[in-house]
């Protein structure tokens, strides 16, 4: 084999190898999903290992832009929302909310083993195997974006445009406090708890534009891999093997409260 030979092939294994870094070193998947209306949304799911976070994104039919991140180092998921303003009700400016909950971590699979996926047919509708139904958080306090990152390092950006609007719960926090061995005083500063409720009403019975109430948001996570698949080995091989993954379906139900009913016109 001749040095020139060498020498090209060489130059061509490295150019897959860069290409490869470029197209798939990131993590990044796209997947078609078909919600329960029957419309295609396209996700963008993109894995980070070095940071240990993965992030989902998709835009759902009525421009609302959702993104998940998951922070699994900390136990944290942060699913922010944008959502675009009714010109005809009197809202010029989109609104951004954050909601800051604990995670699980085996329920969503690793950044590593998602920086490892693949699509066969990048082109194809997919549909989760499991609906997990609804989960509900009412939350509790106003998170102060500036001391977030006792929380998660991730919250004081990926939240920057919701510094009124970035919520979690007390029995999160009891959850975070637990598992870094940390007293909940420490937690203090990042928490600005919401002002006296006890006679606010939900947003859906207020008629009063600039009153405050209780605001409900649903956000549905309408595919993910939320665990992977083992298989065992034939013959003398007995240790089972990855070969493959299960994808779910999940739904959030946030009640936090609005400083006015203007802020949560979707929920009547």
């Known amino acids: 084999m001749s040095k020139m030979y060498q020498k090209t092939e060489r130059f061509r294994q490295l150019v897959i190898f860069v290409c490869f870094l470029v197209t798939f070193g990131r993590g990044q998947l796209i997947i078609n999903v078909k919600n329960q209306g029957g419309d295609v949304v396209q996700e963008t799911i993109y894995a980070n290992a070095s940071d240990d976070t993965i992030t989902l994104e998709f835009q759902r039919s009525d421009g609302t832009l959702v993104t998940q991140l998951i922070d699994f180092r900390n136990e944290v998921q942060i699913i922010k929302t944008l959502i675009l303003g009714e010109e005809e009700r009197g809202q010029s400016q989109y609104q951004v909310m954050c909601f800051v909950v604990h995670f699980v971590k085996d329920s969503f699979i690793s950044s590593d083993a998602m920086s490892k996926l693949r699509q066969k047919n990048p082109s194809s509708v997919r549909t989760p195997e499991d609906d997990l139904g609804r989960v509900n958080h009412t939350m509790d306090y106003n998170v102060v974006l500036k001391h977030s990152s006792i929380i998660s390092p991730f919250i004081n950006d990926l939240c920057a445009e919701a510094a009124q609007s970035t919520y979690t719960r007390y029995d999160d926090i009891l959850k975070w406090s637990n598992i870094r061995n940390r007293p909940t005083k420490s937690f203090q500063a990042t928490l600005k708890p919401f002002p006296t409720t006890s ?34 080995g034939r013959g003398q091989q007995t240790s089972s093997y990855r070969c493959g993954i299960k994808t779910c379906k999940v739904c959030h ?9 203007q802020q949560c016109l979707w929920d009547e």
């Open 199 to 232: 006679n606010i009403d939900s947003c859906t019975n207020t008629k009063n534009m600039w009153q405050p109430c209780w605001c409900h948001l649903e956000q549905c996570i309408g595919w993910y891999p939320c665990e992977l698949k083992y298989c065992k």
């Open 253 to 261: 139900l946030f009640l936090y409260f609005v400083a006015q009913k």
